[in-house]
């Protein structure tokens, strides 16, 4: 049974989209949660933005040879079909089990994802046809390239489930946040708590970046021990915002 994906309110993109990647798992940590930086999720190019939205989850198995054939394709559970699926400013997050000599998906895929307007794709796997896919300007974080289909390595099986990327458990509609560091995974039901404790986060950061590129040292700075916690306060007191 697929789950319904849920629009991501636009305040909690401007936000996260200010927030780095490091900054949220050290938020998570903080909360318990250790497990939460999709592995292989690399930057297929240089220089993508930082992307902010809602997991839209599709899930592939090890092939088995009478499913993972050409003809699925055109099957109703098919990638071509979950497509038709992801909403715009969506996540497409393709738990592919770290295959990496069989691409997901190429660019004619990616640029029917463009034209639905998803945000970005992410995957454990890998992609195919990278000079068409780059073409299509789609953000795309993954272990890289191959030649071979899908098929050659993987049989697709469903979408909007639970799944596995990157050995973390992505559920539909949690929220990724995926920069130049990978991809990490916010739990839907703490997306408010970490965009307050993120947001702080980064302002004391940017703070302590200050004060080392003024010369200060680091015992006592970074963390700040409680003369500079109020020399913080004081500085964040007259910041907007």
Not at 88 to 103: I, Q, R
């Amino acid at each position: 049974m697929t789950v319904e994906s849920l629009a991501l309110d636009p305040g909690a993109v401007r936000a996260l989209a200010a927030v780095s990647t490091g900054t949220i798992t050290t938020v998570l940590l903080k909360k318990g949660l250790r497990n939460v930086w999709l592995r292989g999720t690399r930057p297929l190019a240089a220089g993508q933005p930082r992307v902010v939205g809602r997991a839209f989850t599709l899930r592939f198995v090890s092939a088995r040879e009478d499913l993972a054939t050409p003809a699925s394709w055109g099957s109703p559970i098919s990638t071509r079909a979950a497509i038709e699926c992801m909403p715009p400013g969506c996540v497409a997050v393709v738990g592919a089990m770290g295959v990496t000599d069989a691409g997901i998906f190429g660019d004619i895929l990616c640029a029917r994802m463009v034209k639905r307007g998803v945000a970005a794709l992410v995957s454990d796997g890998v992609v195919r046809d990278v000079s068409g896919v780059l073409g299509t300007g789609l953000p795309v974080w993954c272990q890289g390239t191959a030649a071979p289909a899908s098929v050659a390595g993987l049989t697709f099986v469903g979408w909007q489930e639970p799944i596995d990327c990157g050995g973390v458990a992505v559920f539909p509609n949690d929220v990724i946040v995926v920069d130049q560091d990978g991809a990490v995974l916010i739990p839907a039901a703490l997306l408010d708590d970490v965009i307050s404790a993120a947001t702080e986060q980064e302002h004391l950061e940017n703070w302590i970046m200050s004060q080392v590129n003024q010369g200060a040292a680091l015992p006592g700075l970074y963390p700040p021990n409680e003369e500079n916690r109020a020399r913080y306060e004081a500085w964040r007191k007259q910041q907007p915002g």
